[in-house]
């Protein structure tokens, strides 16, 4: 565990409290593509295929991707049984989140 993951964790959940992120891959490319999403987070025990796409779909329309956590971490901090993908619509947050994952 380094040295911010509690912290990107923390923040994770209170973004899902205040109803700032999109949950699994289906939600997350729906976002991505109406332009809402501003970081989508993977997990790093994603499948190939998954994270193949996500790559994709954020490459074509400019949204930052990052890889960090397995799906069993990211769930935890999410509240959720199993999570691979997250999506952050909230700018000020994505800027919150990239600095911590970035310091890691």
């Known amino acids: 565990m380094m040295k911010n993951d509690n912290k990107v964790g923390q923040l994770l959940g209170i973004a899902r409290k205040s109803g700032q992120i999109a949950l699994g891959s ?3 490319l729906t976002k991505v593509r109406e332009g809402h ?3 989508v987070i993977v997990a790093e025990d ?6 193949k796409m996500l790559t994709d779909k954020c490459t074509h329309y400019s949204v930052t991707f990052k890889i960090w956590g397995c799906s069993n971490e ?8 199993r999570v ?3 999506g952050i619509n909230n700018k000020g947050m994505a800027n919150k989140l990239l600095s911590l994952l970035n310091d890691n």
């Open 26 to 28: 289906r939600e997350t």
């Open 37 to 39: 999403c501003v970081l």
């Open 46 to 51: 994603a499948g190939f295929r998954t994270k």
């Open 74 to 81: 990211l769930a935890k901090y999410l509240g959720k049984s």
């Open 84 to 86: 691979s993908v997250v």
